[in-house]
Each structure stands twice: as structure tokens, then as C-alpha cells.
């Protein structure tokens, strides 16, 4: 078999920091099993440099701070620099995996080069972001738009999501476009480690083991921060809510507090940013319940993360997290004191009952989303 040239286009690149597409870049190329299969990934730097992390080929691209158009720039360069490349080494067995539709609208410029190099052009459209709130009205035409423009020129759209495909089948059947399904992956942690460390977090943070709620994710409005934070409000609840996100007091922030009043709660706490895996690991393990209203996406990281650690999850009620979770987590909707029941009625749980939703939980990893089983589909497709 000859070698097979894969160059991954739309990630930050690795080594991962932080992002679901770059953490899926790093266990991709870590957990490599195919020797035949040669990984080539673009990287944001400050350099233009190459190197060799994980037996992958890393080929930086610099990019100056000119804004919101820096990711579009960053991935046509990249986009670019990897048709230039399969070229120059006159590589004949290859495929451009691009992630995310930001340069959608532009992919018809690339398609006949890459056709013409007998390459392919795989495609993963992330989950919908143009239905993001964070964004204003022009910005979201020109996702949507760009969505479009990738899915039409795809010689194959990979979703994370059955969810996701149902959507890119229906929206654009009129393209016949060629899909499949690709989960997200996870792991179960064998043991918790860096027990100082932990147990250091907690007493600066004030903050009991399972005497409390947790949220992790983006501070953004299509995360369902105020129906958390109103109804955790309303709760008969002595346990704390600790919130992990990277908070920005903007004007989302601004509109949070007016009309939550969260400040007035002593039970809320926003605790910054944790980049650490092994000690998030020890702070989902030890929370009472995780809350999850992410309501944009396909199969989201931090859910994946909860059910692999946490025992208690309590996810907003949508095709994206029914599909992962099925019957090892409960459910709530947007609707008033909805969510504030849940609450009120899982404090009453019994802690044999809770210790049954961990491992139903654990077992929706174990089956379905491992990232062996992820790797090993992802080496057949390429």
C-alpha cells in the first residue's frame, strides 16, 4: 500500500491547549495506528517553521493580529500551503481534511487545483455555527453561506453528529452531498491524579467535594447561562454552583447580571479557567451533578467529559445531547422552574440511584465514543 499523505486544515494545530478540533487533531495523530498514514498539520504560530510532533508533519503559519478576519486568513494560507506542498513533492495519494466552514465560500477557487492533483477534499462542518448568538447578522450570512459553499464542493462531509448529518443531508439535498458519521471521542480516566493539587483548587476556592453543581463551557448566550444561573437561583439548594468558563465582563456579562442578579447569590461562583486535564478531571469527579445547556453543535467535548467522570449529569433537552447521553443523564428545558424542579428533585436522589446514572454514563463512552474506536474509523475513511 503506499503511503497516504492526510493535511488537516481549520485547527489551531497541535500540541492542543485548548478546543474541541484540536484536541481531536492531537489524539488523531497521538493515537496513529496505521504506519502507512502521514499526517500533515497546520499550525497558528508566530513563525513559519515545520516540525515533527507525534510523527506528524507540523507546518506553522504565521499570521498577524488583523482581527476577525485572522481565522479566514489562517486557513486559506494554510489551505494554500498544503496544495503547494502536495505539488512540489509530486504526492499522489492524498486527501485535505478541512474543519470548520470559515473559508467555505472560497473552497470552489481550491477544488479544481485539488482535483486536478487527483486529491480529495473531506470536509467537517463543526455543528451549525452560524445559529451562534455571539454573532451579528452579516457574520451569520456569511457562515451559513459558507457552509453551503463547503458542502457543495465536499468529495465527502463528515459529521460528529447523526444530528448534524440528518440537518447537511436535508438542508442540501439538492447538492446529493456524500456523508458520513464520525463521533467526537473521550476517555474514562484510569485514576485520578495530582490529588494536592486538587484538594489545594477546592480550599482556595472555598469549594466541598460533591457539594456542589458544575458548568463547564464558552461564556456565550447559546450556552443557556441565564436559564442556568435563574433557575439554580430558585432551587432549594445549600450546595454551590461553580462555574469554569473564561468570563468576560462585556455586555452579556452585563445583561447576565441584571437580569439573573447572580451576584446576590453566594452560592455562584465563577471560578476562571482550568487548562489542567488531569485536575478538571478531579473537579467533574467530585461535583454533585454537571450542567450542560449548550444548545448549538454537534456532539460537544464537554459533554463527553462529564459522562465520562461525572455521575449526575443534567442536560438541556436537544436532539445533540439526547443522541449522546440517551437514558444515562436527565433532562430540562428552557421553560420556567423546569430546571429548578430537576434540582429540587435530585437532591433527594438516592446516591445508589446517582451511582447508576455514572456507569450507564461511562458505558455510552465505553460503546460509542472511545477514541480508539474514533481513530481507527477515522484511518478507514482516509
Request: with cysteine; hydrophobic share 35%; net charge positive.
Amino acid at each position: 500500500m503506499k503511503e497516504k499523505h492526510v493535511f488537516i486544515v481549520g485547527s489551531n494545530g497541535i500540541p492542543a491547549k485548548y478546543g474541541g478540533f484540536e484536541t481531536f487533531v492531537e489524539n488523531l495523530t497521538q493515537r496513529k495506528i496505521n504506519p502507512q498514514i502521514k499526517y500533515h498539520v497546520a499550525c497558528l504560530a508566530k513563525d513559519n517553521k515545520e516540525v515533527e510532533y507525534n510523527g506528524t508533519r507540523c507546518f506553522h503559519v504565521k499570521v498577524l493580529n488583523i482581527g476577525p478576519a485572522k481565522a479566514i486568513y489562517y486557513d486559506l494560507v494554510a489551505l494554500k500551503r498544503s496544495i503547494s506542498y502536495i505539488q512540489k513533492k509530486q504526492l499522489e495519494n492524498t486527501t485535505i481534511y478541512l474543519l470548520g466552514s470559515t473559508i467555505g465560500v472560497f473552497t470552489k477557487l481550491f477544488k479544481k487545483k485539488i482535483k486536478k492533483l487527483n486529491s480529495k477534499l473531506y470536509v467537517n462542518p463543526d455543528g451549525c455555527e452560524w445559529k451562534r448568538d455571539k454573532w451579528n447578522r452579516w457574520v451569520k450570512k456569511y457562515l451559513k453561506l459558507s457552509e453551503k459553499c463547503m458542502v457543495k464542493q465536499a468529495d465527502l462531509v463528515i459529521c460528529d453528529s447523526l444530528h448534524m448529518e440528518h440537518y447537511i443531508k436535508e438542508e442540501y439535498k439538492v447538492y446529493q452531498p456524500k456523508t458520513t458519521f464520525l463521533a467526537y471521542g473521550s476517555e474514562i480516566p484510569e485514576k485520578l491524579e495530582e490529588q494536592e493539587k486538587w484538594e489545594q483548587w477546592c480550599k482556595e476556592k472555598n469549594i466541598q467535594p460533591k457539594e456542589y453543581y458544575l458548568i463547564v463551557g464558552r461564556f456565550v448566550p447559546e450556552n443557556n447561562y441565564e436559564t442556568m444561573l435563574r433557575e439554580f437561583r430558585k432551587a432549594d439548594t445549600k450546595k454551590d454552583l461553580v462555574i469554569i468558563t473564561n468570563i468576560e465582563k462585556n455586555n452579556f456579562y452585563e445583561k447576565l447580571k441584571e437580569k439573573t442578579n447572580f451576584l446576590q447569590d453566594k452560592r455562584i461562583k465563577f471560578v476562571g479557567t482550568v487548562y489542567d486535564t488531569n485536575l478538571l478531571n478531579q473537579i467533574r469527579k467530585n461535583a454533585y451533578a454537571y450542567l450542560h445547556g449548550h444548545e448549538v453543535g454537534g456532539t460537544n467535548p464537554s459533554l463527553l467529559e462529564a459522562l465520562a467522570t461525572t455521575d449526575l449529569n443534567l442536560l438541556l433537552e436537544v436532539g445533540f445531547n439526547e443522541e449522546v447521553a440517551k437514558d444515562s443523564a436527565l433532562y430540562w428545558k428552557k421553560e420556567e422552574n423546569n430546571l429548578k424542579n430537576l434540582i429540587n428533585k435530585v437532591e433527594k436522589m438516592e446516591p445508589e440511584i446517582i451511582e447508576q446514572y455514572g456507569k450507564k454514563a461511562k458505558q455510552r463512552i465505553q460503546e460509542d465514543y472511545r477514541w480508539e474506536k474514533i481513530v481507527q474509523q477515522y484511518e478507514e475513511i482516509f
